[in-house]
């Protein structure tokens, strides 16, 4: 199967992560004006669908947020749908997850940073937003606790980024290796390397299961995280 | 493979955000609209029927407060109009009784004033008669014993008659 990015990249000179993003943003809105072309009070099954993962991704915001939440269900909405396509379209043959790109789920994780202290700041101001870094510890620890708390607040962005990417990695390698093992085994021919085929032919469909399972539940974990990061840089000494 | 490349990064950070805008913008926003909006009409629709049933069992309530009322109202008047009943039953019995009294007390009275008028007609008629038994006495120049024997067929007609 040839590799639609790698192709693109070929002829083009754009990189197949970002290729893989285009698409990733193409199908969005071909499923979102599939969805939401026609809107009825008694929601077909795309609407239907649509306003499931709406409904999730805005009672979570609103479950951690509370009613300040609103201007950021854009934000995260965006974020959850963006990261769930992308991570399932590597499961397609010939395409790859965008999000198996360290430079994908760092833009992604940059958001979330620079929202978090950007709103953060906006919502406290300047000082405040810094002094609750070392807050609710004794003067003589807050140099220390500052410190620590600024180390843990960079540790968040690059966790965020590593967790996604190592995932979809992980998955697009394993993915690879067994395909590629597969095409080794019956290059090299005999008796034993055919029977051998079996294996990796069997572990395929239940790996791209569990990338199925595993893309799902990042793009969770993601916007999990960053709704909590944002979240409580704004409501911190409320 | 595990290498930022700043350009790429903010390549894609840029197709990230322009892609959420402009899906936001476009197509994500009038159906959060759609759903607060029929969110929003559901909610009235239960205010609406929570205020109709409040108002429906207020005026329940009134309904059998009034009831009530005309309930007692009902058997106050029964009441009254029995007292009334039984008080112009008495008055009536009374009247009745004070006029049978009445009626009684006249019609002896009667018969004693035409007793006494036939014992005053019945002297006179005894008067006339000996009168006259008199005056046949006088007239055939009876004895004694015929005056007697007469005395006696006067008396006994009297008593027959």
């Given amino acids: 199967m040839p590799d639609i990015g790698e192709a693109v990249k070929y002829h083009l000179g754009v990189p197949v992560p970002l290729v893989m993003s285009w698409v990733t943003v193409a199908i969005l809105f071909a499923v979102s004006f599939a969805a939401t ?3 009825r009070v008694v929601p077909g099954r795309m609407q239907a669908a649509m306003e499931m993962v709406f409904g999730f991704v805005f009672d979570l915001v609103d479950s951690v947020m509370g009613p300040k939440g609103k201007p950021f269900y854009p934000l995260f909405l965006g974020m959850f749908l963006f990261i769930v396509v992308g991570n399932l379209i590597g499961l397609v043959p010939g395409l790859s997850s965008p999000t198996a790109n360290l430079n994908t789920t760092a833009a992604l994780a940059l958001v979330t940073f620079s929202s978090t202290h950007f709103f953060g700041i906006r919502k406290q101001g300047f000082f405040k937003y810094l002094a609750h870094f070392s807050a609710g510890v004794p003067w003589w620890l807050k140099p220390l606790m500052f410190v620590i708390e600024i180390i843990g607040e960079f540790a968040r962005p690059l966790s965020l980024s590593f967790r996604l990417f190592g995932n979809l990695m992980a998955k697009e390698i394993l993915l690879a290796i067994l395909a590629l093992l597969v095409v080794t085994l019956y290059s090299a021919g ?7 085929i079996i294996v990796p032919l069997a572990l395929r469909p239940l790996i791209i299961l569990l990338g199925l399972l595993i893309g799902v539940i990042q793009a ?3 916007t999990v995280l960053s709704v909590f990061y944002i979240g409580s840089a704004m409501q911190a000494h409320e | 493979m595990v290498s930022i490349d700043p350009v790429l990064l903010l390549v ?3 197709t990230f955000l322009v892609a ?19 969110r929003y009409a559901i909610e009235q629709d239960i205010e609406s029927a929570r205020k109709n049933r409040e108002s429906t069992e207020q005026l329940r309530a009134q309904i059998d407060q009034r ?4 309930d007692t109202e009902a058997r106050r008047l029964l009441q009254v109009a029995n007292d009334e009943s039984k008080r112009t039953r008495e008055q009536i019995l009374q009247e009745a009784q004070a006029e049978a009294r009445r009626l009684l007390d006249n019609a002896g009275r009667q018969i004693a004033e035409e007793r006494v008028r036939a014992i005053r007609d019945l002297r006179a008629e005894t008067v006339a008669l000996s009168l006259l038994i008199a005056e046949k006495a006088l007239k055939q120049s009876i004895d004694a014993q015929v005056q007697h024997r007469l005395v006696d067929e006067f008396v006994t007609e009297l008593k027959h008659g």
């Fill in chain 1, 37 to 39: 072309r026609r809107l």
């Fill in chain 1, 190 to 196: 005999g008796v034993m390397n055919m029977t051998l």
């Fill in chain 1, 220 to 222: 969770f974990v993601f």
């Fill in chain 2, 12 to 14: 894609q950070l840029g």
């Fill in chain 2, 20 to 38: 959420v805008f402009l899906l936001w913008r476009f197509l994500w926003k009038p159906l959060a609209k759609f759903m607060e909006a029929r």
């Fill in chain 2, 67 to 70: 009831l009530a009322e005309i």
